[in-house]
């Protein structure tokens, strides 16, 4: 059965017909996409309408961000910026100390059980002049019960005394850099790092794989793609055990279910050699919305956390360089059986280090194994200057830049990461647009929230939480912006022939909008309302979902 | 079970200082000790069919009451896994993975509590690799910072390095590692290690600077038959000891027995002949080093 969707406007992100008004759908694929004089010769068809007052997009497609965001909304949100729910409830940022505690404390007296524990998410003191949080501060809500609050970097948390107690942290004699100590000796309840985090966050009622998803969650998760237009999204750091890869299989499998997700096997825990097996067996098991197959490297860790490997000057304040997550030489074993096997990598680079080491790795492996379309895609790749942007283009690399952490975190950046000049060319679009890298741009969600739109905006403005624009030459164009959040992410994920655009033959799958970007422009471009998606021919409306 | 904390002792270095084989050593002569060994994944541990006893998805039991766990990502839950192991393990061993910083390590399970005591880290270094990842622009902060936390250095391979390279490495682990003790064979290490007395490993911040353990070893040769019974005896008796091994003419009858002995543990059993009289003691340098041999 034929459906021709009439809308207001459709803006294809195909250049050979950027603009259409009637959009033909058969069995989930797009017939075609222009007047309804054009479609009529495809045969019988139901008209539809529904649209006729809206803007219709590709389906916007993540790049990278993580189903985790989903099950974070279980827990309860303390961020600083309003934030929208999976269920479309609008919860109001926390805009100093006593919004936090006094939020925290609401959900408290909501629980039931007095031992059930309190995970909240998204905490940022650096918007309220870095006022810590400390433990007698989270006791005066419960001693009874543990309580955590994830920052919203990700990479400090704080607790009160009972999660303290439980994870046998509220001692004396506690001598590590990560656990700051009171006048009275004892830890204050905050926790900085990923290892020291690890042995309390269970107790405080956060998973132990922080970067796993329920099924709830990952509805969750859909709901937000439908909020913000997404119609394909990666989890891009998932361990895939058999459990979790029949999870993704079932809630993915249900037509109800609003995206297709694109989950990359996170190289961590395990051998080079079984790493490869096991994206071989995950392979097969893909499904129109459920691609496996594709590796995830982390090479080292973040800017904010000075885990991030860099190159001379080094760090702004003076903080020794990061950490490896990968050694040289299974960076090398890894790029090389990939290209030889054609299957795809995304590498995690923060710092510029990390970034010239998978580009010399790179080279080196493309001398063993020639590919002329392999698509490996830096991964933030914050810090990269022009001339590794000119190798990243002669290697055939992509990049996926994280628009909205220059956004959030830009100022922090020039002040004390990396300082003014560095900050002023991070997530370097514009240099990535002029040297013909292609490139897509990323929220990381839950890092930061999940919509396209507003990474877009980020991209387009540079504009720091305080205002201030970083970066003037990186700046990229609406039609940039509008590209990299549709086909330029496609073509990171090798689907580009699939999605990212509306035209014949590929998948009916599109964002419904109220405004139409093009009118909204680049400043405007955060404030266009989403009515929902279509998912392969289905109308999925925010309002409903 | 009882309350004592668990020794354990962190094993680093990089890629190819032979961290694995040791493990494998480790694994194969246990000398009775109920030792856990956790590594970062399976991959590169070639464990014989015939000494698994039983094994899931990151834990193999091996014959003897050894086991061997991979910790992946998560550590804590390891370690954790651990205490609760039944009965406990005499000993840990911790296989870092090859670029991490074991004194971050030891920081970390520090943590951990009073349940788990960090003996020492040992780290391996590659005689024949070494030189050219100190000039490895990426590499040699992390080499460094590995060898800065040790308190007890191993050079591997130096059977397969030059003479340039073994003395180029040792430079430089004097550099960077100046107070760790340096022994410059596997085996030794392994024992060291098993015998659980590798440093007073005090400390639990990070990348804290190194303590002291003083090691020696020196070859003794008695000119005809001894007791070896008796002399293994006086050996183990003696607490500056923590390894012994090697060939002794046993009297009355001269036949040439094989001594091991780690810490208060020893075996003596019957040796081939043609292997040359001698043994290694390796002994702590105390106020009194002074032993029965
Ligand atoms: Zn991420």
Redesign the pocket.
Known sequence: MIKIFSARKILTMNPQKPHATHVAIRDGIILGAGSLEELEGWGKYDLDTQFADKVLMPGLVEG?C?LQEGALWSHTYVGFFDRMSPEGDMQAGCKNLDAVLSKLAAAEARLEDPDAPLPAWSLDPIYFDNQRVDRAQLDAISTTRPIGIMHASGHIMNVNSKALELAGLLRHGINHEGVPLGDDGLPTGELKGPDVMSPVSIHVGFDRDMLSCDEQGMWRFGKLCVRAGVTTATD??ARLPDEAVATLRKVTGNTAFPARIVPLRFHHGVSPEDLIKHVEALAPQSTDKLRLGRIKIVVDGSIQGFSARLRAPGYYNGAPNGLWYIAPEHLAYILETSLAKGIQVHC?TNGDEATQLVIDTMRKALRKAPSSDHRFTLQHCQLADTAQFRQIKELGLCVNLFANHHHYWGDQHYDLTVGPERAERMNAAGTAARQGVPFAIHS?AP?TPLGPLFTGWCAMNRKTASGRTLGEAEKITLDQALHAITLGAAYTLNLDGEVGSIETGKRADFAVLEDDPEEMGVEGLKDTRVWGTVLGGTPFAAADV | MSDAPLPLTIIGGYLGAGKTTLINQILRHSNGQRLAVLVNDFGALPIDADLIEAQDDDLIALAGGCVCCSYGDDLMLALTRMRTLDPKPDHVLLETSGVALPGKIAGAVSLFGTGIHVLGVVVLADADGLPAQLQDSYLADTIIRQLGSADLVSLTKTDLATPERINSSRFNIGRHAHDAALVENSNDILHHVLSAETSRHSTTAFDAGPHHIELTSRTVTPPGPVDAHALAQSLADTDAVVRAKGHLLNAPDGTLVTLQLVGKRFTLTPADPALKPGIVIIEKRTGNASTAA
């Open positions: 990278h993580h891009l750091a995690h990381d890092i």
